[in-house]
């Protein structure tokens, strides 16, 4: 057993600022989620993660571990907008691209990983709090400023393009950069996101409040808000039963607990739904 | 394109061939048509001659594999596909559809009182208003189909484009569809290109038609077109 406190682990300060990261991580997630979920595009955060996943493992083995966001940002960033491209040019459908990269890329890291001395697979996967510094806790906040700006700022034209692509573009609406800027924001969230979520976790983060949403909201807005308040309940949740398991001898890791808690979510909200229904 | 597009042309292509991928059978092939102001163009042909190829071209959703086309500076489209299978699902009532269809000019969070004017107006005209609240699974065929032509008409723009748009609907409201589109036409001079397989329509309410399979077989007024109407109608 260990010698520490629950009061201990709660109120450390790293644990502190991993509610904070992880709750507004969660927030985005689940708010880029309506929409990656509405436009069929689900998959990528999976894909992405595991981008980041090898990423942070090639610059590991190279030497700039202490990097790693300037090195996965601008990587996966690259590597979305391919998959966007293949996808808009091949027409072969996004769901193909994404499978070769994350596959290619999981490869890719578990191969880096075998030869960088003290760099730990399981955590870049499933996720840990202990890289939490206050200056990523920073970067964190900054993130969600921008994206809660970018939100605000297009709400009509998202919505627009999220509901009928095909006919903005017919309209003159430039689609592609509303993609290109979907893209851009998803993966910074997933990079940022994946360092306490876990790379292999991290598209739960986007599916499940999306699908908790849809099956409570039959709004567009609605669904974002309550995609975001699944997200965050989710997370805390979750990171409480892993803070909880610090006290006993086996340590669960927190995207493991909070992708438990988020089904817990969903099969609540699905309950929740068919329940009204029949009343 | 060298020489300078016609004052009352909205949209000029000039032996135009559209293919589906590098290597396949053309779809559509040295087709040439004008787009004029104010004019019901209808798009006639049986299944697969090309004619929501070629819509597709006009609106830019599908590169030529060779040819031209010039659109008048800042044409203000509203287009209307044939399938619309995956919006039924989306969660938003009629209003956001339809508003979402109205000219957005500046980035700004919401909806201002002329978008939201211009909204009420399609509403009304294309009869939904009463639906305004409606969520869209909510909604038959027919009024689907009567939401997605209102969000066009939002728009107000100088030009509409349908891949068949009474195909859902019951003969009534075909009829008074089609009735709507010779008001815009003779009210605010919209432009209306609109295949169909509605012969009825073609002679009613068309101003020139033009007669597809792959390639132009007509294109004309309709009294001119000598050719067998069955032909070119769907066989399903």
Known sequence: ?279 | MGTEMEENVLISIRDVSMNYGSGRQDAIEHVSVDVRKGEILALVGSNGSGKSTLMKGMLKLMPFSCGEMERAKGLKIGYMAQMHTQVRDFPATVREVVLSGTRQDKFFPFYTRRQRKDAEAAMELMEVQDLASSYLGALSGGQMQRVLLARCVAGNPELLVLDEPTSALDPRMTHQLQHIFTRLRDERGVSVVVSTHDWHFVKEHADRVLVLDHSVEFLGKISDWQGREDEHTCHH
């Open chain 1, 1 to 279: 057993m260990s010698s520490l406190s629950l009061w201990d682990i709660l109120s450390s300060p790293l644990t502190l600022r991993a509610f904070v990261v992880g709750g507004l991580m969660s927030l985005c997630l689940g708010v880029l989620g309506v929409i990656l979920v509405l436009k069929r595009y689900a998959l990528i955060g999976h894909g992405l993660g595991e981008i980041g996943f090898a990423s942070t493992a090639v610059a590991a083995l190279i030497g700039l571990g202490n990097f790693s966001l300037a090195v996965s940002i601008p990587l996966v960033c690259l590597t979305s907008l391919l998959i966007m491209l293949f996808d808009r040019k091949s027409g072969m459908g996004g769901d193909v691209f994404i499978g070769i990269f994350s596959t290619v890329a999981l490869a890719v890291g578990v191969i880096a990983g075998r030869f960088t001395d003290g760099y730990s697979v399981e955590t870049s996967m499933f996720g840990s709090i202990m890289g939490v510094t206050r200056g990523y806790m920073w970067a964190v906040i900054g993130l969600c400023v921008v994206l809660g700006g970018v939100f605000a700022l297009l709400y009509t034209r998202l919505f627009a393009v999220t509901f009928d692509e095909t006919y903005c573009r017919a309209c003159g609406v430039k689609a592609d950069r509303f993609q290109f800027l979907l893209s851009l924001m998803t993966s910074v969230a997933v990079v940022m996101g994946m360092r306490v979520l876990g790379a292999m976790m991290i598209s739960s983060f986007i599916i499940f409040p999306a699908l908790t949403a849809r099956r409570l909201s039959r709004s567009f807005k609605g669904m974002i808000i309550i995609s975001a308040v699944s997200a965050v309940v989710s997370f805390t949740l979750g990171m409480g039963i892993s803070a909880l398991s610090e006290l006993g001898t086996r340590h669960l890791p927190v995207g493991a607990c909070v992708v438990v808690s988020s089904l817990a979510v969903l099969l609540i909200a699905m309950g929740a739904s068919s329940f009204r229904r029949k009343a």
